[in-house]
């Protein structure tokens, strides 16, 4: 049977599994995963380095002109983001980028920036994307969204826990403190606000393990794919 590509939106809140999920659906489907979260960060990651004013619009715009973001596959096929040909992977994931990337992706350069780099890698089809806004903005017409959730609590833990794998000791309330931040941020600013597609399937993971979730989503996706 021909299965027809499609493009898969997983949108949702920090810390909720979009970015494991996805992971997994892309391999499973022989699909490409765009971590969309990563490409904020780089840019926030260059921001930082580089010591932009975030109020100095022509300063943002200047710095992102040369900021060049790309993913290439690491010896275990796993998706690495690359910084002007650096591989910043590590470093994007820390607290120090993870307390800022919410400020930096409120601006609308950096925004246009990102959706037209994200349009382009999704225009073959056949990608799983996950973000905040990509059933809503980036792939509005995408054939498979989903909108993930989970409790706070549950978020935190596992977000801890993931810090830990990487050698980073951070306590709950730090982390706890941040993705609430981040969701405050997320779901007010005035430029592709977080929200929920209304043709998305939401998919609760407080209860669920990490292979209901990727069943769940393999399921939908071939459903769409006939
Ligand atoms: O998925 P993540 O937690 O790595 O994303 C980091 C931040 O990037 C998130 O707090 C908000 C921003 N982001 C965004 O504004 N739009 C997206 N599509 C993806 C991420």
Do not use: W
């Amino acid at each position: 049977m021909n299965l027809k590509k499609i493009v898969i939106a997983i949108d949702g809140y920090s810390a909720c599994g979009k970015s494991t999920t996805a992971k997994q659906v892309a391999n499973v489907l022989g699909y490409r995963y765009i971590d969309s979260g990563a490409m904020y960060r780089a840019v926030t990651l260059q921001f930082l380095d580089r010591h932009v004013a975030l109020t100095n619009p022509r300063e943002v715009s200047r710095v992102l002109e040369e900021t060049n973001i790309t993913f290439n596959l690491n010896s275990q096929k796993e998706s690495e983001t690359f910084l002007n040909g650096l591989n910043v992977e590590k470093k994007i994931r820390s607290m120090r980028v993870s307390e800022m990337v919410s400020q930096v992706s409120t601006l609308k350069e950096v925004r246009d920036a990102m959706v037209d780099l994200q349009r382009k890698m999704g225009r073959e089809k056949g990608v799983v994307m996950d973000g905040r806004d990509i059933g809503t903005t980036v792939f509005p017409h995408a054939e498979l969204k989903i909108f993930m959730t989970a409790d706070m609590l549950v978020r935190a833990f596992r977000r801890q826990r993931e810090l830990l794998e990487k050698k980073q000791l951070v306590d709950l309330d730090e982390v706890m403190e941040n993705l609430v931040q981040r969701d405050r941020i997320d779901t007010t600013r005035s430029e592709s606000p977080l929200r929920q597609a209304p043709d998305a399937t939401v998919i609760d993971t407080t209860y669920i393990t990490l292979d209901e979730q990727v069943d769940e989503v393999v399921r939908l996706a071939l459903s769409r794919m006939i």
